[in-house]
């Protein structure tokens, strides 16, 4: 990838949206570009932090582990997402793992680079401060909201958030297709894969989504806000 299509890349990105234009092309030039296969661990929780991604095309996703063998997912990861955001400041063990749901394509920046460009241009340093100090407010009202959430409520927040994502990939307003799992769509929303498979015949049944293998189709996107309080 170009220089010129990373730093356009980079501005999509939350955590980058405050910095100057040469600030994004001096970040874009210690970019480097990679590429996971379906399925490829991108890393693992408890490995050395070094590195961050932002997505470029395709989708990957954070799982944790627990020693019964049990997974969760965190969270998705789609073009324009970033992961491992951390590594730009300290090189502190991974709290997570990331693989690639399907081929994916990334901008990984090394955390040492990133921190040689802070040294050399504090403005950066700042505005990555402030944007890493939004999300944390943001994660911290999340979940503060979902304490207080229905199971039904965390649900239809979640299946929202990915069809807010497959429209930002191009889908249409309506008939929006989500490959997700029951299981995956679940651990996401913090339940039992029961409970979110009852509240999905529930969807079903009102004509708002119809399942497949692996994948939904939200017919009436607008209506899941309808379940969220």
């Keep these: 990838m170009a220089s010129a299509d ?11 949206e405050e910095l100057t234009e040469d600030d994004l092309r001096r970040v874009a030039e210690v970019s480097v570009p990679r590429a996971f296969a379906a399925g490829d661990v991108v890393f693992r929780e408890g490995d050395d932090s070094d590195t961050c991604y932002v ?19 965190l969270a998705t990861f789609g073009p324009g997402d970033i992961f491992g955001e951390l590594a ?3 090189d502190e063990r991974r709290s997570a793992t990331v693989e690639a749901i399907d081929d994916l394509e990334v901008a990984g920046i090394l ?10 241009h504090p403005d950066i340093a700042v505005q990555l401060s402030i944007a890493l100090g939004r999300r944390l407010r943001a994660a911290n009202e999340r979940l ?22 497959a429209r930002s990939e191009g889908a249409d307003d309506h008939d929006v297709l ?12 913090g339940s039992s894969r029961e409970s979110a498979s009852r509240f999905l015949a529930v969807l079903e049944r009102a004509g708002v989504i119809t399942q497949g293998r692996g994948r939904l189709t939200v017919h009436d996107p607008a209506a899941l806000q309808g379940y969220v309080y």
């Design 111 to 120: 955390g040492p680079d990133m921190r040689r460009l802070m040294r050399e």
């Design 88 to 90: 730009m400041f300290d």
């Design 55 to 73: 997505v470029q095309s395709g989708h990957a996703r954070a799982l944790r582990e627990h020693p019964d063998g049990r997974q969760i997912t």
């Design 178 to 189: 989500v490959r997700t799992t029951q299981a995956d769509l679940a651990k996401l929303a």
């Design 144 to 165: 503060a909201r979902q304490s207080f959430q229905t199971v039904q409520s965390r649900v239809a927040l979640v299946l929202d958030q990915l069809v807010e994502q």
């Design 6 to 16: 990373t730093a356009l890349l980079l501005a999509r990105v939350p955590v980058f």
